[in-house]
């Protein structure tokens, strides 16, 4: 079946985009994924300026769930744009360049700099705390917050799509997309990871994590991901993409959350899992199922979800 699709004017071959911050760091790994059959790719969060993340162990995992806590490291945006200019030399698959800041004012910054390197889309990540709020409150958990996000960056993005990453944390994640999608978000992407979890190790009586504390991603947020979509689809009549991102392992998962309405697939923690050639996998399998269950058009399945 043709698992292609046209998303705001950019041409995918096939749903599965690699997830941020798994394995995206320099042109020629992005390369690789798209070799590996990825429809697209995304970049770990680019922050203006150089950016520490957390010491090791950073990352625990077992079949059901990883948690991490990289600290979203970064070499800061002279060296995003040494790899993204590289990369949009050939340009094999579409690019997604995630952004991340701690106040709207460096949000618009790095968005300036990054939307002169001309990616396909720009994927903002506002699960991050906001300095200027009292109690460094994530954006993605205020409407307001995340609404004053995308105002800005729209206002400076020209005809790049703006998604924005949304967080399973927002008591209400419908209300914040609808607030993003009124101040000019083109998409979403849903889900960042949840918790934060922690893991003890019962002979130190430690936790494992150096930062004691890490994001769940894998197998165990997928029910997560799916009712997120689904309300972030609901809440926007599903008239923005969204790129549905947690806990996709198979063909079936992809399809899974397509139902609750993405139209692309992030692909994360099941990199690790499964592989590199988990893209080729995913669209494999979900041809596959498709074929016997008589779907003939892969777009039939985006937001079919029967309540
Ligand atoms: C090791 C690791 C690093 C991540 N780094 C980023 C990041 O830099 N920016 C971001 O927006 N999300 C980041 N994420 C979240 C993923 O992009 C994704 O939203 C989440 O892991 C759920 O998808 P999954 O279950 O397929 O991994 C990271 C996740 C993991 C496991």
């Given at each position: 079946?043709?698992?292609?699709?046209?998303?705001?004017?950019?041409?995918?071959?096939?749903?599965?985009v690699l997830a941020s911050g798994i394995w995206g760091i320099t042109a020629?790994s992005w390369r690789?994924v798209?070799?590996?059959?990825a429809?697209g790719v995304t970049t770990k969060s680019l922050w203006?300026?150089?950016?520490?993340?957390?010491?090791?162990?950073?990352?625990?995992?077992?079949?059901?769930?990883?948690?991490?806590?990289?600290?979203l490291p970064d070499a800061g945006i002279?060296k995003a744009r040494e790899e993204i200019s590289d990369f949009m030399?050939?340009?094999?698959i579409p690019l997604i360049a995630n952004i991340v800041?701690?106040?709207?004012?460096?949000?618009?910054?790095t968005a300036?700099e990054v939307?002169?390197l001309n990616p396909d889309f720009l994927e903002v990540n506002?699960?991050?705390?906001?300095?200027?709020?009292?109690?460094?409150?994530?954006?993605?958990?205020?409407?307001?917050?995340?609404?004053?996000?995308?105002?800005?960056?729209?206002?400076?993005?020209?005809?790049?799509?703006?998604f924005?990453k949304?967080?399973?944390?927002?008591?209400?994640?419908?209300?914040?997309?609808?607030?993003?999608?009124?101040?000019?978000?083109?998409?979403?992407t849903?889900?960042?990871?949840?918790?934060?979890?922690?893991?003890?190790?019962?002979?130190?009586?430690?936790?494992?994590?150096?930062?004691?504390?890490?994001?769940?991603?894998?197998?165990?947020?997928?029910?997560?991901?799916?009712?997120?979509?689904?309300?972030?689809?609901?809440?926007?009549?599903?008239?923005?993409?969204?790129?549905?991102?947690?806990?996709?392992?198979?063909?079936?998962?992809?399809?899974?959350?397509?139902?609750?309405?993405?139209?692309?697939?992030g692909?994360g923690?099941?990199?690790?899992?499964?592989?590199?050639?988990?893209?080729?996998?995913?669209?494999?399998?979900?041809?596959?199922?498709?074929?016997?269950?008589?779907?003939?058009?892969?777009?039939?399945?985006?937001?079919?979800?029967?309540?």
């Open positions: 079946m043709n698992l292609s699709q046209t998303i705001l004017n950019v041409e995918f071959s096939n749903p599965t020629s690789r798209a070799e590996n059959g429809g203006l300026k150089a950016h520490k993340g957390h010491p090791n162990p950073t990352v625990i995992s077992n079949e059901h769930w990883t948690l991490n806590a990289v600290g002279e030399k050939d340009h094999p800041a701690g106040s709207v004012e460096d949000f618009v910054k300036e939307v002169k506002i699960s991050c705390p906001n300095v200027e709020d009292e109690f460094g409150k994530p954006f993605a958990c205020s409407e307001l917050d995340a609404a004053r996000v995308t105002k800005e960056v729209k206002a400076v993005s020209g005809s790049i799509p703006i924005i949304l967080s399973p944390q927002a008591l209400n994640i419908g209300a914040v997309a609808s607030a993003c999608a009124e101040a000019g978000a083109d998409g979403f849903a889900i960042n990871t949840v918790g934060p979890g922690m893991a003890i190790d019962l002979r130190s009586r430690k936790p494992i994590l150096a930062n004691k504390v890490g994001g769940l991603s894998g197998p165990g947020l997928k029910p997560i991901s799916v009712r997120c979509i689904a309300d972030v689809y609901r809440a926007t009549d599903g008239k923005l993409p969204i790129i549905g991102t947690g806990g996709v392992h198979s063909g079936e998962d992809a399809l899974e959350l397509m139902l609750a309405g993405a139209s692309l697939i692909i923690t099941a990199v690790s899992d499964r592989g590199e050639s988990i893209f080729k996998k995913v669209c494999d399998e979900m041809d596959a199922w498709c074929e016997a269950e008589g779907v003939k058009e892969i777009g039939e399945m985006i937001g079919a979800v029967e309540y």
